[in-house]
């Protein structure tokens, strides 16, 4: 389709290497304009591999294949990343010029609107996660990639951060690629769920209503049997 | 579910138990005890007379003696030649060390064609310098100036490409994913990340500084502190030698507290065992 050309995600063949270890094999995927993706895959199944790839952090590791992205794509990290010699506000919208309002107002979006002079030791661990979301979204990204961003967070944070997340997302309608190792986040958030294993895309299932037996499919290409599930 | 309700304690019976490993608050003017202590020995050796006055001159001597210096217009004069020289060389090798620290740590070949003279400059002591110096560049100004500024550069050099070359990985990694560009880079990553070495190459600096003023009046001087001190060890005039030497004390204590004060308002940031 003409109009989605420099906002689909496209992967094709991508084969990624560490020495001798084959960690991306030949691996294919594609990620249209507003889907909600999510990637699980066994810690050291190379999620992080992909998604560095994806965001262009990869020059120095071996391999090849056809990366397409959009023009403007946003990391969230799993630490929240803040330069800690900046306040709040200057984190939000480092590198952009005169982005000041904006700023401002995506850091009310994420809930922290007053905290703008604070510096980031002086926020807790899902307050620094919020302005780390508010600097990606202030950015107006065609692809958001997240790795396991509220891997260090409580429980109870999560949550608020899934739904912070789905309503964020629902208003800038960028694509998703998210990185978890947790089942319930992948069903509670993605519109798509992808497993990766050995190198390749070894599951997918598309959610929707009437899904309901996914969660426990999602854990069998995991590997987890049985009461662990 | 279980319902945890909190029990009231009297208050005057709530104590911590954690071992507290930070130090307390800061002292007030904390970095004086030490000095004062010094003093304090000092006057009480001489009041005892366990010090000889002909090799050590009692404190308050030292003090009538400054005030006859200052009366005769002579401490300030010399005062000033010597504050002049470290500002100036201060002035010229702070800029120039982070410079060269900057293009050492953010390329490879600066660092290939910077680091290693700077090394060498190092190992090499200032007084075997000086005479080449002279042979260079005379016994005037410009040859003082140029000892203290290439005594300045190396430990902020150092220290500020030590900073910089500590800087977060991942903070880079960060710049790259928001597309800095490499100016706004330096600014906002590399410079602030580096500040912390900087300020602490600055506290060497400052009192590298004052040291290598002392190696360039010694010789061939007619001002500064260092002459003033030349000039009465002829005479054998302990007390000018002493208030000579107090005063490079006092200014080299003074300007550390400087630098001190600057590091903690720019590294206001951190949150760190000092507080
Ligand atoms: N810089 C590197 N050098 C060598 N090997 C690496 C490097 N980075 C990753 N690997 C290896 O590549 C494999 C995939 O790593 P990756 O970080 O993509 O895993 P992951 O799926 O993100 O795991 P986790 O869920 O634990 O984060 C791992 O076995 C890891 O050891
Ligand atoms: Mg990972």
């Given at each position: 389709m003409a109009t989605d050309v420099g906002r689909l995600t496209r992967v094709q063949g991508l084969t990624r290497r560490y020495g001798e270890r084959l960690i991306l094999d030949h691996l294919d995927l594609e990620i249209a304009p507003g889907e909600f993706v999510a990637l699980l895959g066994r810690s050291g199944s190379g999620k992080s591999t992909l998604l560095r790839a994806l965001a262009g952090l990869d020059d120095d590791v071996a391999g090849d294949g056809l990366v397409e992205v959009p023009a403007q794509v946003s990391v969230v990290f799993q630490d929240a990343r803040l330069l800690p010699w900046q306040r709040v506000l200057d984190n939000v919208v480092l590198?952009?010029?005169?982005?000041e309002r904006r700023g401002r107002e995506s850091l009310a979006e994420v809930g922290l609107g007053g905290r703008e002079r604070a510096w980031p030791s002086e926020l807790s661990g899902g307050e620094q996660q919020r302005v780390a979301l508010a600097r990606s979204l202030v950015r107006e990204p065609r692809l958001l990639l997240a790795d396991e961003?509220?891997?260090?967070?409580d429980a109870l944070t999560r949550i608020k951060m899934h739904g912070l997340l789905r309503r964020l997302v629902e208003r800038h309608r960028p694509a998703v690629l998210l990185v978890t190792h947790d089942v319930d986040e992948a069903i509670a958030l993605a519109d798509r769920v992808l497993v990766l294993d050995s190198g390749r895309i070894a599951a997918e299932r598309r959610l929707g209503p009437?899904?309901?037996?996914i969660r426990t499919d999602l854990l069998l290409a995991l590997g987890v049997t049985g009461e662990g599930a | 579910m279980t319902l945890v309700t909190a029990r009231p304690v009297a208050p005057a019976r709530v104590r911590s138990r954690r071992r507290r490993l930070r130090p307390r608050r800061p002292i007030r003017f904390g970095f004086l005890v030490g000095p004062a202590l010094l003093l304090a020995f000092w006057a009480g050796g001489s009041a005892s007379g366990l010090l000889d006055p002909r090799f050590l001159s009692p404190p308050w001597t030292v003090v009538t003696t400054a005030g006859e210096l200052v009366a005769s217009g002579r401490l300030q004069e010399h005062l000033l030649a010597s504050v002049q020289r470290v500002g100036l060389g201060l002035a010229i090798g702070v800029p120039l060390g982070t410079l060269l620290a900057l293009v050492s740590g953010l390329s490879r070949w600066g660092e290939a064609v910077i680091d290693g003279p700077i090394q060498i400059k190092r190992a090499i002591p200032a007084l075997a310098m000086m005479p080449l110096l002279i042979l260079w560049l005379g016994i005037g100004e410009v040859m003082k100036v140029t000892v203290i500024t290439l005594g300045v550069l190396v430990p902020i050099y150092i220290h500020t490409h030590n900073g910089l070359r500590g800087i977060d990985s991942r903070y880079v990694e960060l710049a790259e994913t928001v597309d800095l560009r490499r100016g706004t880079f330096v600014r906002k990553v590399i410079l602030p990340g580096a500040q912390p070495g900087f300020l602490l190459g600055m506290r060497f600096a400052v009192m590298t500084a004052w040291l290598y003023l002392v190696v360039a009046e010694l010789i061939?001087?007619?001002?500064?502190i260092g002459y003033m001190m030349d000039l009465a060890r002829t005479y054998g005039q302990t007390d000018v030698i002493l208030v000579g030497i107090v005063l490079y004390g006092l200014l080299g204590l003074f300007s550390d507290a400087a630098v001190r004060l600057v590091e903690r308002r720019a590294l206001s940031w951190r949150r760190t065992l000092a507080g």
């Amino acid at each position: 389709m003409a109009t989605d050309v420099g906002r689909l995600t496209r992967v094709q063949g991508l084969t990624r290497r560490y020495g001798e270890r084959l960690i991306l094999d030949h691996l294919d995927l594609e990620i249209a304009p507003g889907e909600f993706v999510a990637l699980l895959g066994r810690s050291g199944s190379g999620k992080s591999t992909l998604l560095r790839a994806l965001a262009g952090l990869d020059d120095d590791v071996a391999g090849d294949g056809l990366v397409e992205v959009p023009a403007q794509v946003s990391v969230v990290f799993q630490d929240a990343r803040l330069l800690p010699w900046q306040r709040v506000l200057d984190n939000v919208v480092l590198g952009l010029d005169g982005g000041e309002r904006r700023g401002r107002e995506s850091l009310a979006e994420v809930g922290l609107g007053g905290r703008e002079r604070a510096w980031p030791s002086e926020l807790s661990g899902g307050e620094q996660q919020r302005v780390a979301l508010a600097r990606s979204l202030v950015r107006e990204p065609r692809l958001l990639l997240a790795d396991e961003p509220f891997g260090a967070l409580d429980a109870l944070t999560r949550i608020k951060m899934h739904g912070l997340l789905r309503r964020l997302v629902e208003r800038h309608r960028p694509a998703v690629l998210l990185v978890t190792h947790d089942v319930d986040e992948a069903i509670a958030l993605a519109d798509r769920v992808l497993v990766l294993d050995s190198g390749r895309i070894a599951a997918e299932r598309r959610l929707g209503p009437g899904s309901t037996d996914i969660r426990t499919d999602l854990l069998l290409a995991l590997g987890v049997t049985g009461e662990g599930a | 579910m279980t319902l945890v309700t909190a029990r009231p304690v009297a208050p005057a019976r709530v104590r911590s138990r954690r071992r507290r490993l930070r130090p307390r608050r800061p002292i007030r003017f904390g970095f004086l005890v030490g000095p004062a202590l010094l003093l304090a020995f000092w006057a009480g050796g001489s009041a005892s007379g366990l010090l000889d006055p002909r090799f050590l001159s009692p404190p308050w001597t030292v003090v009538t003696t400054a005030g006859e210096l200052v009366a005769s217009g002579r401490l300030q004069e010399h005062l000033l030649a010597s504050v002049q020289r470290v500002g100036l060389g201060l002035a010229i090798g702070v800029p120039l060390g982070t410079l060269l620290a900057l293009v050492s740590g953010l390329s490879r070949w600066g660092e290939a064609v910077i680091d290693g003279p700077i090394q060498i400059k190092r190992a090499i002591p200032a007084l075997a310098m000086m005479p080449l110096l002279i042979l260079w560049l005379g016994i005037g100004e410009v040859m003082k100036v140029t000892v203290i500024t290439l005594g300045v550069l190396v430990p902020i050099y150092i220290h500020t490409h030590n900073g910089l070359r500590g800087i977060d990985s991942r903070y880079v990694e960060l710049a790259e994913t928001v597309d800095l560009r490499r100016g706004t880079f330096v600014r906002k990553v590399i410079l602030p990340g580096a500040q912390p070495g900087f300020l602490l190459g600055m506290r060497f600096a400052v009192m590298t500084a004052w040291l290598y003023l002392v190696v360039a009046e010694l010789i061939n001087s007619t001002t500064g502190i260092g002459y003033m001190m030349d000039l009465a060890r002829t005479y054998g005039q302990t007390d000018v030698i002493l208030v000579g030497i107090v005063l490079y004390g006092l200014l080299g204590l003074f300007s550390d507290a400087a630098v001190r004060l600057v590091e903690r308002r720019a590294l206001s940031w951190r949150r760190t065992l000092a507080g």
